[in-house]
């Protein structure tokens, strides 16, 4: 081997060692510097609470937090419950609805635009000017917010399977033509397969947005008692200034939403990783 061969398999290797200690910087970056980061925000939220002297009832310590949080956990988790069962039946509405229908808009071009306005519609117009008209009409309480939660998450799932199944390759769909595939066929074995990473990135979007159908909705409808949600536990310790119950509820709804999305995140890439680009790239 030569002299400049020599140096161009060093050259190759010092970069190998460069590109894995920059691979591995950045997986250790990943969790250290958002965890950092959120220990320090806790930390000046300690010492602004103790530098001001604010009183617990206004804005209470991280500890306070933490010791509600443990003394009423019985409480609070029995209401996370009731909302993460309207969250997920929410959430489950909305995919059924909305992949029947977008494959229906898929079959048939006068029926998307004879129906997809109605849909945008639902989007566009805020719950809470929507919840009046259904607490008229529904008398059931726990159906009311899950109507609530369906609306919000439901846009997504629609729009991003319906992007999907008409983003599908039109040469592979001339192809299938050729070879006298059916309509179902097509659907089937191509239109599907190729709106999965659009259903998937939509359905990462409508998790967290039926969590927030969810709790809006409760808010809205004032639910009470012993079967009611996080929102109400909110509601409920806002109006007797308990703070500390206040924000114990609050970090758990945000946990919860952090979960949804780790979760179908997780999901998603595990449904991906073998044959979509976006999820080969993240295992290079």
């Given at each position: 081997?030569t002299?400049i061969?020599q140096?161009?398999?060093?050259?190759?290797?010092?970069e190998?060692?460069?590109?894995?200690?920059?691979e591995?910087?950045?997986?250790?970056?990943?969790?250290?510097?958002?965890?950092t980061?959120m220990?320090?925000a806790?930390?000046?939220?300690?010492?602004?609470?103790?530098?001001?002297?604010?009183?617990?009832?206004?804005?209470?310590?991280?500890?306070?937090?933490?010791?509600?949080?443990?003394?009423?956990?019985?409480l609070?988790f029995?209401?996370?419950?009731?909302?993460?069962?309207?969250?997920f039946l929410?959430?489950?509405?909305?995919?059924?609805?909305?992949?029947?229908?977008?494959?229906?808009f898929?079959?048939?071009?006068?029926?998307e635009?004879?129906?997809?306005?109605?849909?945008?519609?639902?989007?566009?117009?805020?719950?809470?000017?929507?919840?009046?008209?259904?607490?008229i009409y529904?008398?059931?309480?726990?159906?009311?917010?899950?109507?609530c939660?369906?609306?919000?998450?439901?846009f997504?799932?629609?729009?991003?399977?319906?992007?999907?199944?008409?983003s599908?390759?039109?040469?592979l769909?001339?192809?299938?033509?050729?070879?006298?595939?059916?309509?179902?066929q097509?659907?089937w074995?191509?239109?599907?397969?190729?709106?999965?990473p659009?259903?998937?990135?939509?359905?990462?979007?409508?998790?967290?947005?039926?969590?927030?159908?969810?709790?809006?909705?409760?808010?809205?409808?004032g639910?009470?008692?012993?079967?009611?949600?996080?929102?109400?536990?909110?509601?409920?310790?806002?109006?007797?200034?308990?703070a500390?119950?206040?924000?114990?509820?609050?970090i758990?709804?945000?946990?919860?939403?952090?979960?949804?999305?780790?979760?179908?995140?997780?999901?998603?890439?595990?449904?991906?990783r073998?044959?979509?680009?976006?999820?080969?790239?993240?295992e290079?």
């Open positions: 081997m002299a061969d140096s161009a398999t060093v050259a190759i290797d010092a190998e060692v460069r590109r894995v200690r920059r591995r910087a950045e997986r250790i970056g990943r969790w250290v510097l958002p965890l980061i220990a320090l806790i930390f000046a939220w300690d010492r602004i609470c103790v530098w001001n002297e604010i009183p617990h009832y206004i804005l209470p310590r991280p500890g306070v937090v933490l010791q509600a949080l443990y003394n009423d956990a019985a609070l029995s209401s996370l419950l009731v909302t993460l069962r309207i969250t929410g959430l489950l509405l909305a995919v059924a609805g909305g992949v029947g229908l977008a494959v229906l898929a079959q048939s071009k006068w029926v635009m004879s129906f997809f306005p109605f849909a945008v519609v639902l989007q566009v117009t805020p719950i809470v000017a929507i919840f009046p008209l259904i607490n529904v008398d059931n309480q726990t159906t009311k917010l899950l109507l939660a369906w609306i919000v998450a439901f997504p799932i629609l729009s991003n399977t319906t992007l999907g199944l008409n599908a390759d039109r040469n769909r001339d192809l299938f033509a050729l070879n006298g595939a059916t309509r179902w097509e659907l074995l191509l239109r599907l397969p190729s709106a999965m659009y259903f998937l990135g939509g359905l990462k979007i409508a998790g967290g947005l039926a969590l927030i159908g969810a709790v809006v909705a409760e808010f809205v409808a639910a009470a008692g012993q079967s009611s949600g996080l929102a109400s536990r909110i509601i409920e310790a806002g109006y007797r200034l308990n500390p119950r206040l924000f114990a509820a609050l758990l709804i945000s946990a919860t939403g952090i979960v949804i999305f780790l979760v179908l995140s997780w999901v998603s890439h595990m449904m991906l073998r044959w979509h680009e976006s999820a080969l790239k993240q290079r």
